[in-house]
């Protein structure tokens, strides 16, 4: 039967956020937007009411009127949102003054801590007078090498408080990968952390950092969170805030589009790609998300499971601007039981549950059922992102979490620092779907020759008109060259975001995997995803990587899986691994091989590198290892006699 999983109850739906939204600019225009499908319409139709709208909704801090929306709208790129207005993302962040909970901190290592908003911004005041003494300005670099600790959000409002670019690692990346990004933007400044634990070990980072300032010749200082281990241009965090007291921040008010931060490609087939965002579009696109298809409100509790080296950190960070409580935690989401966020989520009252598609499967794989054993009353949006969620995914969370609350699967990534489709707490929640495109977002499928895809047509994710929070451009790349390259060399003036993809009856979008990853057997495009979906669920399989094989002038299906331990691959499980990808996909998604490998290689962030993956098997370099949070694992899959014949 095609029923939804959840629906929101009608007082959800008359308190929300979207609701009162769409009365507000109901009226602003004169418009009749009864329903998020008018809403939707009307925000594509007339990006200039809405994303004005949504300014004035959110309550942007600007100096004076914001002026006109869109200068050059029909351009992309080239569009200019809000060209005459001037603003400070930093103080857009720090609005709120009072003792209740800015930041909460967990540690995997037991550590506890809590600022309130006067804390935080004291904090923040403190760092910024130090950094500007240290001749900090606009367009200055600052880094941070730490892990998800308050520091962190305290050094990056610190730094866009002068309009300095902020841009962050997370400490398990090697010396290597730290350059690799580091060392194309020449910050002044690096913010590192003395020490993290993962997983019941504990890491020093200071050997690593010396090695790393040395291949930063534009570093002027070092700033350690602990001892500085007596550093060539370091010193203690502590030691150089002292001269400081806390005081009202000067916020330096900027051009919309002015810088402020630089995130990077995952790197896998090269140098990463530096990609510059501007601070109005990130604070404009991350009020939209959080604001109405997040309904965050003020008070409520935000949590996500990241790292310093993944967008969804600089995400969570903006949920300041909303009135939230940032939940930060650092470690393993696994120790030492699994449960570890769910006791988090109630000892805090976690109303928003960010994680990714991975974690919601090994959650599954692990027996655990956090409905039986966890209360999580006020826990009302889950939202998975990192990789297509599947079906059984969605049957989990309704399942053995929570059954009532909006399951949110989300997607867009570090390319437009925010989403293409995401969540709708407005409407109901179908198995294995994502509900809605982003409000001013003109998300489409295109099939190869650029038209429109029919529902349920496989094709390429678009987006086909200007959007506020596209990236300002990549470093070193002052023609734009490699940035059109990018996104817009597929389809004249529309961004091709590489993802194969296929809307839905419901008005939602179903994500097949990475464009560059899909099969190809006898010239049939296959999602990966598709794979994946019923090759987890074979009880023994942990988890998968599936890749096409140059083979007898083809492309044949290769299947590699991890087993859970005391299992084996044996022609038994081979045979209902066929039969089950058979009988619920297509004979086409059938693998021509299916080998086990004793770990799946991954970035950082925890998503499966296939196109390394398959570099590796047709005797390719790998050109970036350390983008990988585990590169040894590739030379499983180097030189397989099985895929010779």
Known sequence: MDTPLWQPSAKAVAEANLTRFMKDASNQWGERLADFPALYRWSIARPEQFWRSLWEFGGVIAEGAPGPTLEAGTLMPGARFFPEARL????NLLRRRDKTDALVFWGEDGTRRRLSHDDLYDAVSRL????????????????????????????MLAATSLGAVWSSSSPDFGVKGVLDRFGQIEPKIMIVAERYSYDGKEFDCLEKTREIAVGLPSLKRILVVGASGGMPLASSLTDYIAPFAPGTIRFTRLP???????????????????????????????????????????????????????MMWNWLASGLASGATLLLYDGSPF????????????????????????????????????????????????????????????????DKIKSDLCLASI??????????????????????????????????????????????????????KPFPSMPLGFWNDPEGT???????????????????????????????????????????????????????????????????????????????VRLRPGSRLDEALKKRIVQQIRANASPRHVPAKILEVADIPRTK?????????????????????????????????????????
């Open 88 to 91: 400070n993302f930093a103080e």
């Open 128 to 155: 910024a007078q130090a950094f500007a003494a240290d001749g900090i300005g606009p367009g200055d670099r600052v880094v941070g090498y730490l892990p998800n600790i308050p520091e962190a959000i305290i050094a």
């Open 256 to 310: 919309f589009a002015h810088p402020l931060y630089i995130l990077y490609s995952s790197g896998t087939t090269g140098v990463p790609k530096c990609i510059v965002h501007g601070a109005g579009g990130t604070l404009l696109q991350h009020l939209k998300e959080h604001l109405l298809h997040g309904d965050i409100k003020p008070g409520d509790r935000l949590f996500q499971f990241t790292t310093c080296g993944w």
């Open 335 to 398: 120790r030492p039981s699994g449960n570890i966020l769910f006791d988090y989520a109630d000892a805090e009252g976690m109303t928003h549950f960010g994680t990714s598609a991975k974690f919601i499967d090994a959650l599954g794989k692990s027996g655990l059922e956090p409905k039986r054993t966890h209360a999580l009353k006020p826990l009302r949006m889950i939202t998975s992102t990192g990789s297509p969620l599947v079906p059984e995914g969605f049957d989990f969370v309704y």
């Open 411 to 464: 997607s867009g990534g570090t390319d437009i620092m925010s989403c293409f489709v995401l969540g709708n707490p407005l409407a109901p929640v179908w198995r294995g779907e994502i509900q809605t495109a982003g409000l001013g977002m003109a998300v489409d499928v295109f099939t190869d020759d650029g038209k429109s895809a029919a529902i349920e047509e496989k094709g390429e994710l678009v987006c086909t």
């Open 482 to 560: 490699r940035y059109h390259a990018a996104y817009f060399a597929r389809f004249a003036r529309v961004w091709c975001h590489g993802d194969y993809a296929a809307k839905t009856v419901h008005g939602g979008m179903v994500i097949y995997g990475r464009s560059d990853a899909v099969l190809n057997p006898g010239g049939v495009r296959i999602g990966t995803a598709e794979i994946y979906r019923q090759v987890e669920q074979v009880p023994e399989v942990l988890e998968a990587l599936v890749i096409g094989q140059d083979f007898a002038n083809d492309v044949r299906v290769v299947l590699f």
């Open 605 to 645: 962030s925890g998503k499966i590198v296939e196109l390394a993956v398959r570099d590796i098997v047709h005797g390719r370099p790998v050109k970036n290892r350390e983008a990988l949070a585990n590169p040894e694992a590739l030379d499983l899959f180097r030189d397989l006699p099985e895929l010779q014949t």
